[in-house]
């Protein structure tokens, strides 16, 4: 049986988690915080993605799409900037679900955080920028934008695994970096991979970094290795979905091999 279709699915979710009032796009959140994370960064987390990642920690809003509220993009880029400037943060970023399927929505965002001190982290998994290089044209106009790639495995079989989608659609995701390669941004600095290797074998990530090394050396001197981390409503997926990690981390940082 095939595994489903990501581009399909981002069709589907959008009808869902986004919604034009006038001539603004508006898209759905369900939260916003700041964090530790980057050294301290303002988050919006939207709602909806079109993988299906069995090891998601959002995975209550980006399986399901009726929660939260429907934000314009002056809105968000409000509550953004009032979390980073009251706690001194220099980063600003989008998470949660997949913040490329309401793409207009996106760009309006960038727009408003051009013109301010605040970095722009766009946390994706690449499949829609790798598919329309136009999009990545797009982002790159931008000059306060870092785009993190998160692939789901090192192999196609691993992202099939991972995220429930065709294998087929994996190299999508270095397309991503190819393009945004392509369309000016620099590797390494603009854009980097990250990579969900709480599943993978040291000689599949070998390979993967051979593939990202034949793209530019410099992805794979700026890989961001992501591990699971053990809190109760991803162990609550992966027992669900009969995964186990071969290393994960419990909330508190300990290391926690679990098989």
């Known amino acids: 049986m095939p595994g489903l279709d990501p581009f399909k699915l981002a069709e589907e979710i959008y009808k869902?988690?986004?919604r034009l009032t006038g001539n603004v796009e508006e898209r759905r959140y369900y939260r916003f915080r700041g964090g530790r994370w980057y050294g301290g960064i303002a988050t919006a987390d939207v709602v909806g993605c079109n993988l299906r990642c069995k090891f998601c920690w959002s995975w209550?809003?980006?399986?399901?799409?009726?929660k939260g509220n429907f934000y314009d993009p002056s809105r968000?880029?409000?509550?953004?900037?009032?979390?980073?400037?009251g706690r001194g943060y220099r980063y600003v970023?989008?998470?949660?679900?997949?913040?490329?399927?309401?793409?207009?929505?996106?760009?309006?965002?960038l727009k408003l955080f051009e013109?301010?001190?605040?970095?722009?982290?766009?946390?994706?998994?690449?499949?829609?920028?790798?598919?329309?290089?136009?999009?990545?044209?797009?982002?790159?106009?931008f000059h306060n934008i870092v785009v993190r790639v998160s692939f789901k495995g090192a192999t196609p079989e691993e992202f099939e695994m991972l995220?429930?989608?065709?294998r087929?659609?994996?190299?999508?995701?270095?397309?991503?970096?190819?393009?945004?390669?392509?369309?000016?941004?620099?590797?390494?600095?603009?854009?980097?991979p990250a990579i969900m290797l709480s599943f993978s074998t040291e000689e599949n990530y070998r390979v993967f970094k051979k593939r990202l090394s034949q793209i530019h050396p410099a992805l794979v001197e700026s890989i961001d290795?992501?591990?699971?981390?053990?809190?109760?409503?991803?162990?609550?997926?992966?027992?669900?979905?009969?995964?186990?990690?071969?290393?994960?981390?419990?909330?508190?940082?300990?290391?926690d091999f679990m098989i």
């Open 16 to 18: 869902r988690v986004a």
């Open 76 to 85: 968000v880029f409000s509550i953004l900037t009032d979390i980073a400037s």
């Open 163 to 166: 995220t429930g989608a065709d």
């Open 60 to 66: 209550r809003y980006s399986y399901f799409t009726d």
């Open 168 to 192: 087929s659609y994996y190299e999508y995701q270095f397309r991503a970096l190819e393009n945004l390669m392509s369309s000016g941004l620099r590797p390494g600095e603009d854009f980097y």
């Open 225 to 255: 290795e992501e591990y699971v981390i053990l809190y109760p409503h991803v162990v609550e997926l992966l027992k669900r979905s009969g995964l186990k990690p071969r290393v994960a981390y419990r909330p508190d940082g300990v290391p």
């Open 115 to 141: 013109e301010t001190k605040f970095i722009f982290i766009l946390e994706t998994n690449g499949l829609l920028i790798g598919r329309d290089e136009r999009f990545a044209s797009e982002l790159s106009r």
């Open 93 to 109: 970023r989008l998470s949660g679900g997949e913040p490329t399927i309401s793409r207009r929505h996106l760009v309006d965002l």
